[in-house]
């Protein structure tokens, strides 16, 4: 009997996603500045998990003090 390809599709996928959180989730944040701005990031502490599995990383995501602003504000149009 053989494997369907779309579960060896899925395996390879998780397999992936699961190196690539493993290796980002061990990463101290390095010092960043925005591109549009200037200003130093901020880092938010975000949870991801691979749906299907008991998998679950901690991950610093570096984000602007901008963005949050230009959020509160609603979407920008940028021409």
Same mark, same amino acid.
């Given at each position: 009997?053989?494997? %369907? =390809?779309? /579960?060896?599709?899925? &395996?390879?996928?998780?397999?992936? +996603?699961? *190196?690539? /959180?493993?290796?980002? @989730?061990?990463? %101290? #944040? !390095? ?7 200037? !200003? ?6 975000? *949870? /991801? ?12 995501? %570096?984000?602007? #003090? ?5 959020? =509160? &504000?609603? #979407? @920008? +149009? *940028? &021409?």
């Amino acid at each position: 009997m053989s494997i %369907p =390809h779309q /579960f060896e599709i899925d &395996q390879s996928l998780r397999s992936a +996603v699961k *190196t690539l /959180f493993d290796k980002v @989730s061990l990463c %101290p #944040p !390095q010092p960043r500045r925005c591109l549009r701005c200037g !200003q130093e990031m901020q880092y938010l502490n975000a *949870t /991801f998990s691979l749906s299907g599995t008991d998998c679950t990383w901690q991950v610093l995501l %570096p984000i602007c #003090p901008c963005e949050l602003e230009s959020s =509160h &504000q609603g #979407p @920008s +149009v *940028t &021409q």
